[in-house]
């Protein structure tokens, strides 16, 4: 069983800051990719950043340069530094593993309950 635990959402004024956290635990062999994604009300679910082992990381376009994923790879953990919070940043934040929990197999795909991100005056 892998869980994936995310913390660190909350209301944030234009222009704040938030950190989110996401630690995975459980039967863990390799994490290869992790990553966030958001869904905001009435909208698809969308990556904000992704991170993988070799320690390459991808952003949507909407929040390059504002927000940063990264990772400790002994925890593991990922992080998601959010700067110059918008209005059209709040959604529910979902952390994405890609976990294998044996030698031999697949990388399967896991996801935490999600966090609640909203940014209001």
């Known amino acids: 069983q892998v869980q994936l635990v995310e913390s660190g959402g909350g209301l944030v004024q234009p222009g704040g800051s938030l950190r989110l956290s996401c630690s995975a635990s459980g039967t863990i062999f390799s994490i290869y990719g992790m990553g966030w994604y958001r869904q905001a009300p009435g909208k698809q679910r969308e990556l904000v950043a992704a991170n993988t082992i070799g320690g390459s990381t991808n952003y949507a376009d909407s929040v390059k340069g504002r927000f940063t994923i990264s990772r400790d790879n002994f925890k593991n953990t990922v992080f998601l530094q959010m700067n110059s919070l918008k209005p059209e940043d709040t959604a529910v934040y979902y952390c994405?593993?890609?976990?294998?929990?044996?030698?031999?197999?697949?990388?399967?795909?896991?996801w935490g309950q999600g966090t609640q991100v909203t940014v209001s005056s």
């Open positions: 994405n593993a890609a976990i294998k929990t044996a030698a031999i197999g697949p990388h399967n795909e896991y």
